[in-house]
């Protein structure tokens, strides 16, 4: 019970560290210290930097996915307002974050796909995982004919998920929220102008 709990105490402090600084900027010691573990103790829980490195991504992929699901899947709402419960907490957790942090999976895929074939492959599945979620409430949305029934859900949820990244990339940079205001606009007229084409 003590080495898993002392496990997850690196994992939850070195996820907090990366997420603020990146990955191959964080040194192993200054997550041991930040966790308040014996110096030389890393190697106890993980083979190696790069294992700790899928540790962290499976972390930021379980709050980040049951989030995902907590909204996606509610079903005392329609689906397309699910979508944008899902952007409008987002959108308010990047503002109490003073747009500084950012999506932890696309920091990742920034910073690895190019460098860690091992760990880019990893934030592949993760992503997908994500996508599927997206699709998977877009399917109901054209059940419940609220989006045309020849909608193409797989490419609208890749659409969709790459321009939320893409946003959340140019506020960390403007350090404003407008571009997920914008994503949460286009993407609200987008749905708006397909259901009205169906009905030409």
Known sequence: ???????????????ELIHAQGFNATGLQQILQAAGIPKGSFYFYFKSKEDFGLEIINYFNSIISTTFTRYLTDKKIP???RLEKLFEFFEATFQKSGYALG????NLSLELADTNERLRVHLVGVVE?????IKLCLQEAKRDKSLPANLNTDDTARFIFHGFEGAV???????????IRTFRSFLKGYFKNIKALEKR
Do not use: D, W, Y
């Open 129 to 133: 995982a994500l996508i599927a979620q």
């Open 103 to 106: 999506c932890p999976i696309g």
């Open 169 to 179: 990339l140019h506020m960390k940079v403007v350090k404003s929220i407008e571009p």
């Open 1 to 15: 019970m003590a080495q898993t709990s002392t496990r997850e105490k690196i994992i939850r402090k070195g996820a």
């Open 79 to 81: 689906p397309l307002k």
